[in-house]
């Protein structure tokens, strides 16, 4: 099976850090050569976004899109945290169903919004037997500001809200660093309590997990409608 669509072209990069070998491997799919995306800084989405600090970073020389991307077929890490309803929801749970996995934060003010709507259009766009074997997973980079009411609030203003297998995932500090650690997720919460409303710069990529609770793509941060349905659709044949 071909997983289409892994496209890494346009890129602005900042934050250089420290990676283990497994992180430098899923970025070397991607052609990020080491460096860590971040969204929140300056960053320049497929859209033409300018990121929120409006800093123009250096432009990379362009990459080739990768057309198939496994990661190995790995285990997904498990998590275990409550949802924008209260809901626990823990990845094990879930096994049946092509799992999308992403990191945002609820004030986020582009990258998260954007890929929220990006989100919205291709479920919107499918038949509801497809939406129905589907989950999409947003884990809190902000623990300090991210609350139900926000989660549930963001959910409503991105019409998400109505999917039954959307899931805002919020905790502690300490409940959720064991997840970022797992999935090699960078946020500014790790080494400062944000205030409420200041801009983070976090990673949002996205994986894509199948029926069997594999790792199977990564997306990167700006990615398109078409490519997230092309590799849902390649995931649930």
């Not at 430098?24 to 320049?44: H, Q, T, V």
């Not at 139900?148 to 109505?162: E, K």
Request: with cysteine; aromatic share 6%; proline share 6%.
């Amino acid at each position: 099976m071909e997983l289409k669509g892994i496209s890494v072209e346009n890129y602005r990069y900042c934050r250089p850090d420290m990676l283990s070998s497994r992180r430098k491997l899923l970025f070397s799919l991607l052609g990020l050569n080491g460096a860590m995306l971040l969204a929140g800084c300056g960053a320049e989405s497929a859209d033409g976004m300018q990121g929120m600090q409006g800093a123009p970073m250096p432009a990379q020389p362009s990459t080739t899109a990768v057309s198939q991307a496994d990661l190995g077929n790995v285990p997904a890490p498990e998590l275990h945290l409550q949802d924008q309803n209260g809901k626990a929801v823990a990845l094990s749970q879930l096994k049946g169903k092509v799992i999308a996995l992403t990191f945002w934060y609820t004030h986020c003010p582009d990258m998260c919004p954007l890929a929220a709507e990006k989100f919205r259009q291709v479920l919107s766009g499918l038949d509801a037997k497809k939406v129905e074997q589907i989950a999409v997973l947003a884990v809190s980079v902000d623990p300090a500001n991210d609350t139900a009411s926000s989660a549930q609030q963001f959910s409503q203003a991105h019409r998400l809200a109505p999917y039954a297998n959307w899931h805002f995932l919020l905790g502690t500090q300490k409940q959720l660093q064991p997840v970022w650690k797992d999935y090699h997720i960078y946020t500014d919460a790790e080494k400062t309590v944000p205030v409420q409303g200041q801009a983070l710069n976090h990673m949002a990529i996205v994986y894509l997990i199948d029926q069997q609770g594999r790792e199977r793509v990564m997306l990167p941060a700006d990615f398109t409608p078409s490519q997230l349905s092309r590799n849902l659709d390649s995931l649930l044949s």
